[in-house]
């Protein structure tokens, strides 16, 4: 009941929302300042977002004619010839101004996000908390632009200009609905780029009111747009000329065509891919901060996080310590993110579900055990959701189950000998967005430290994702070429450089010979 109270109380809230909605109405589009139906005759197919704990169609989204996105296009590069003249520190106020209407409205947005997407109040807060992060930092630009400047001869200055590339886009995943648009709109926009947001086309209502608080906050007409659909959408992004970048942030199929096709076009691109998170626990480590902390990484958001600790390796005797974690597993009460004292929600579709659960089976046709079993899960009250409780698999390396990211909440257990062998085994996987060691030793873990190929290193930490003062580090197989997303490396990839070289000779003030030959140093 008190879930059903709560999406009444969501559903009111959106409605004073211009972009998101929960009735089963059209999501809109923003372009040039305006909130914009395609309708029915517009639309050139349709994709349902549906709450996923009771399959409620709560909006519709539609796929834009291309004549729609063409003309998002026109309005940002119009919008950046002027905002691109704009004052840093006009910008930073900007900033500073949707820093504070982000946090005032923290709760709607993460209500939109349990909705949409499932996750817990909890969880969606901090989903809300970590893009709002990245805000904070961007709002330091003027003291992160400052930029190098050298009298390389008596009279003549060379220096560097941070100068915005034009208008990029954003193409978002279903997991972070908040966090992920804020990787990229705060620090293109803060540049001066303009900037066209594409949410992930199964959880738009984040993404949308992120876009409104935008406006609120006095970011101008066509500075930032939000357009909608699936990979036709996607497609116009990577082709139309005017677009200068784009950063992606989603799977392994998706991140590959966009890095290849735009690539090809000469944009340039930040693609962050799949994974699949080692952790080594090691026998001198403290028990239970180790077993607490893995399972909260491998089964929070119902795993579907790309950092989430998908695969243990135990090392030695820790491996005594498996049925320990599988009661902490069996503790954890699965729901619909609304209601109290849950503590994972649904996965994202009927689709989904359906993946993990024949990728739980292929674990026992391979030859490993189901150590504990989440498939057919039932949530009383909800018997439509994408229920999977969760799961832990006992496997041997290679095995379908350990290779393939599973985003859900399984947890897929492996065994080593020694340090060395749990390390070798954990570098021959081809993905390496983050890794973390469980141990008391120091001498442990610097060998972790310098041998481990992952971006992301965590020492007793389970999710090493870095706050914005730093930039995502993902490695190997879960990122396509060195772009990195937030902190001085996002601001790197949303700015480029012009070095000006100015001659201001001093003895023209007094002297006005031309000089003939060619210059040399003084
Ligand atoms: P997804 O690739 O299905 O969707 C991401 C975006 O790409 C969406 O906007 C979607 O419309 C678009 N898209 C999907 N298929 C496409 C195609 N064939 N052609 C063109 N565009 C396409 O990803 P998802 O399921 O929404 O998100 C989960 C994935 O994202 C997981 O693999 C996860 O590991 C990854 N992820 C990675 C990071 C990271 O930083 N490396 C962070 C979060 C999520």
Redesign the pocket.
């Known amino acids: 009941a008190s879930n059903i109270a709560q999406t009444k109380a969501a559903a009111q809230q959106a409605a004073g929302w211009k972009g998101t909605r929960t009735d089963g109405g059209e999501t809109k589009h923003y372009i040039g300042g305006e909130w914009v139906e395609v309708g029915e005759s517009g639309a050139e197919k349709w994709f349902d977002v549906k709450d996923p704990s009771t399959q409620q169609v709560l909006t519709r989204v539609p796929q834009p004619p291309r004549s729609l996105l063409t003309q998002t296009v026109d309005k940002a590069q119009e919008a950046f010839e002027s905002w691109k003249l704009t004052s840093l520190l006009s910008r930073q106020g900007i900033l500073l101004k949707y820093q504070a209407l982000i946090r005032k409205h923290h709760d709607d947005l993460a209500q939109s996000i349990v909705l949409e997407q499932g996750k817990t109040f909890a969880d969606a807060k901090g989903d809300v908390l970590r893009g709002l992060q990245v805000v904070d930092s961007m709002c330091a630009l003027p003291q992160m632009l400052t930029g190098d400047k050298l009298e390389v001869s008596t009279d003549m200055d060379t220096y560097v200009r941070r100068s915005p590339l034009g208008v990029g886009a954003a193409?978002?995943?279903?997991?972070?609905p908040a966090m992920?648009p804020l990787w990229t709109l705060p620090i293109a926009i803060g540049t001066g780029n303009t900037l066209l947001i594409?949410?992930?086309?199964?959880d738009p209502g984040a993404a949308a009111m992120l876009v409104e608080l935008a406006t609120m906050a006095g970011v101008p007409s066509g500075v930032v747009s939000l357009v909608h659909g699936?990979?036709e959408t996607?497609?116009f992004l990577c082709d139309d000329p005017r677009i200068k970048a784009i950063s992606?942030?989603?799977?392994?199929?998706?991140?590959k065509?966009?890095w290849d096709r735009a690539g090809k076009n000469g944009k340039r691109v930040q693609a962050?891919?799949?994974?699949k998170n080692h952790a080594i626990l090691m026998p001198d480590a403290n028990k239970e901060q180790a077993l607490n902390a893995i399972a909260g990484a491998a089964f929070g958001a119902a795993g579907q996080r790309?950092m989430a600790l998908s695969v243990l390796v135990t090392v030695g005797d820790s491996k005594e310590w498996v049925q320990e974690l599988i009661t902490r597993a069996k503790g954890l009460k699965v729901g619909n993110g609304f209601d109290e004292g849950i503590d994972l929600g649904p996965v994202i579709s009927p689709a989904a579900k359906e993946k993990i659960e024949g990728l739980i089976a292929s674990c026992e046709e391979e030859g490993g055990k189901i150590l504990l079993d989440g498939r057919g899960h039932k949530v009383d009250g909800y018997p439509e959701g994408n229920w999977v409780g969760p799961t832990v698999l006992e496997a041997k390396e290679g095995m379908k189950c350990h290779e393939t990211?599973i985003?859900g909440p399984v947890l897929t257990v492996l065994h080593a000998e020694t340090l060395q062998e749990a390390i070798e085994l954990v570098n021959r996987n081809m993905y390496g967005?983050g890794s973390s060691i469980f141990t008391n030793s120091g001498a442990t873990a610097r060998v972790f430290e310098r041998t481990i190929q992952a971006g992301q290193i965590g020492i007793n930490v389970p999710i090493p994702v870095p706050l914005p003062m730093f930039s995502?580090s993902?490695n190997k197989g879960?990122?396509l070429g060195g772009h990195s997303?937030y902190g001085k490396l996002g601001v790197e990839f949303w700015t480029q450089n012009q070095t000006v070289t100015s001659l201001w000779k001093q003895e023209d003030a007094l002297n006005t010979r031309a000089d003939v030959s060619m210059p040399t140093m003084r």
Do not use: M, T
């Open positions: 193409i978002c995943p279903f997991n972070f992920i594409k949410p992930s086309e199964r699936g990979p996607v497609n992606f942030v989603g799977s392994d199929v998706a991140g065509h966009i962050n891919l799949g994974a790309c990211e985003f967005n995502w993902g879960s990122v997303l």
